[in-house]
């Protein structure tokens, strides 16, 4: 197999990413880009980012989860603490986070450290979720070898006539994490692939440093 893909291209000249017109905080323009995206451009799901993470055999894994929180101090997304890329950061804590809005034109590059919430706020997002998603969760060992998908649907199945009509208490392996950054990079496409690329940097006294990058 031989596919050559050279002439895929797209001039991006949507908008501009300028110092005069940002934040001193990070988390500020991330939540002015997750609001113009999530309002004027039809994505389909916003929160999806991608989640790199350095596995146990040594090998950097990336995947896509949801983001279902971000605050002053980090993004929280939520897994099976025993899935791979569980076990990945309780090895390794250190993550990087992806976004990218193609219809926008725009990345966020996020690295940072991913910590275990409280448990009191898994219970709270577990217990929001739909029912067949709480199923789902205690159904599926993560990331483990099965034989075939039946096995998944029977123990659905299982599951649902045991805890008819009783509410479904969070698996203690499963919860949420919180990602802390320490660099944040903003991309948005330009014309000739001079990209406007922006970058806060944690420093030692908790403020951001802001660098231009070169495209």
Same mark, same amino acid.
């Given at each position: 197999?031989?596919? !050559?893909? #050279? $002439?895929? @291209? =797209?001039s991006y000249e949507k908008q501009e990413l300028l110092e005069t017109n940002v934040s001193d905080n990070p988390m500020q323009l991330f939540q002015k880009w997750f609001h113009e995206v999530d309002h004027h451009f039809d994505v389909g799901e916003t929160n999806a980012m991608t989640i790199s993470t350095i596995g146990l055999d040594g090998y950097p894994k990336s995947r896509v989860v949801l983001l279902k929180k971000y605050t002053n101090e980090g993004f929280i997304f939520y897994t099976n603490y025993l899935s791979e890329k569980g076990k990945s950061i309780e090895n390794n804590p250190n993550v990087c986070l992806s976004f990218f809005w193609p219809q926008a034109e725009r990345q966020i590059i996020i690295k940072g450290t991913a910590e275990k919430i409280p448990e009191n706020l898994s219970d709270e997002y577990f217990e929001s @979720?739909? @029912? #067949? +998603? *709480? %199923? #789902?969760?205690?159904? +599926?060992? *993560?990331s483990e070898?099965? &034989?075939?998908?039946?096995? %998944? &649907? !029977? =123990? %659905?199945?299982? %599951? &649902? $006539? &045991?805890l008819e009509g009783q509410p479904i208490i969070r698996p203690d392996f499963w919860g949420g994490y919180n990602v802390k950054p320490v660099e944040i990079e903003f991309w948005q496409g330009r014309p000739n692939r001079l990209h406007d690329r922006l970058r806060y940097k944690l420093t030692k006294d908790f403020s951001w440093l802001l660098e231009r990058l070169s495209s």
């Open positions: 197999m031989n596919t !050559d893909l #050279g $002439n895929y @291209r =797209k @979720r739909p @029912r #067949g +998603s *709480q %199923l #789902g969760a205690l159904a +599926s060992n *993560q070898v099965i &034989e075939n998908r039946t096995i %998944l &649907e !029977d =123990k %659905l199945k299982v %599951l &649902e $006539n &045991e």
